[in-house]
């Protein structure tokens, strides 16, 4: 349900910008080719992000806490760090599924690479979470 309901935002975005962008005006006709890379690459980077918060949700078990950090990270280490380092930081989650989402910025990786350096990262964290749930009390 969490990827329909991904595919059901990013079609309603669509729409709802593209009609916003001809009401101004603006011809817009995006590729069936491009359009598809993009949605496509949208609704695997919120999959996969989904996967990681739960995973992180797992591994911080005060739900305030987990929110607080992942919130933190988002905007205080992973974009300062592509800011100073792009080179470093596009390597980061939310920099890899910036890339994977097909974001037209400079220093982003390239939407497979992207895709695999995100998958990477929630795997890493998905078995850390499983690690120390296996270890823990319930």
């Known amino acids: 349900t969490g990827i329909l309901f991904a595919v059901a935002c990013v079609a309603l975005s669509l729409g709802a910008g593209l009609a916003i962008l001809a009401a101004r005006g603006i011809d817009v006709a995006p590729a069936g080719a491009d359009l598809a890379a993009l949605a496509g690459g949208t609704v695997a980077t919120a999959a996969l992000r989904a996967l990681l918060g739960v995973a992180i949700g797992t591994l911080v078990r005060n739900q305030v806490g987990a929110v607080v950090a992942v919130v933190a990270y988002a905007f205080l280490v992973d974009a300062t760090l592509f800011a100073a380092a792009p080179a470093v930081g596009r390597f980061l989650p939310g920099k890899a599924g910036d890339g994977l989402a097909g974001q037209p910025v400079e220093n982003l990786l390239a939407p497979g690479v992207g895709a695999a350096v995100l998958a990477a990262w929630t795997l890493a964290v998905v ?10 009390d319930v």
Do not use: G
């Open 127 to 136: 078995v850390a979470a499983t690690v120390r749930t296996d270890r823990s």
